[in-house]
């Protein structure tokens, strides 16, 4: 059977560990001040408007992925618009706007959109927005990474050879 500890004794054990663990120690960052460096600019800078029926929202730059010229109007802030959210201005305005899901790699620029979507866009008669997890998101366009080795013209490319010992 132990004896159950008291207040206290906790107290006392909080102490003792107290003085035996070193309050931490915090260096500076070397170089320039990031928080000063990377200042975002404004949100209205990075972002797209839109407004229609007198309710406007925001969307990220680069989250549109086709504008028709007929739906013009539509981007920019009308006066007497009131600001909504995005999940608000678009149950409002679903029949003029058609929302792509991507995936957050393809959002990256590490993976291609797909090219039938993409192709679909020509005939498009909707504003076309990318989203991840029903929210517009800003996508890279992706750039195919360079090949390894350069090809020299004239000259097959040389086999892979294995190093395993043959039998």
Wanted: hydrophobic share 40%.
């Amino acid at each position: 059977m132990t004896d159950v500890p008291t207040h206290d004794d906790i107290v006392a054990a909080n102490r003792i560990a107290r003085e035996k663990t070193p309050a931490p120690v915090f260096n500076p960052p070397e170089g320039e001040d990031p928080s000063v460096v990377n200042r975002p600019q404004d949100l209205l800078s990075r972002s797209d408007l839109f407004s229609y029926l007198g309710l406007a929202t925001l969307v990220p730059k680069n989250a549109v992925l086709h504008f028709p010229k007929e739906l013009e109007s539509r981007g920019g802030f009308a006066e007497q618009s009131k600001f909504v959210p995005w999940i608000d201005f678009y149950a409002a305005n679903r029949g003029w706007i058609r929302t792509v899901t991507v995936s957050r790699a393809q959002a990256m620029g590490q993976e291609p959109l797909d090219e039938e979507v993409v192709k679909s866009f020509a005939k498009e008669k909707r504003l076309v927005v990318a989203t991840y997890q029903e929210g517009p998101i800003s996508v890279n366009r992706y750039e195919p990474p360079a090949p390894k080795t350069a090809a020299v013209p004239g000259k097959a490319p040389a086999l892979a050879t294995s190093t395993a010992a043959k039998p």
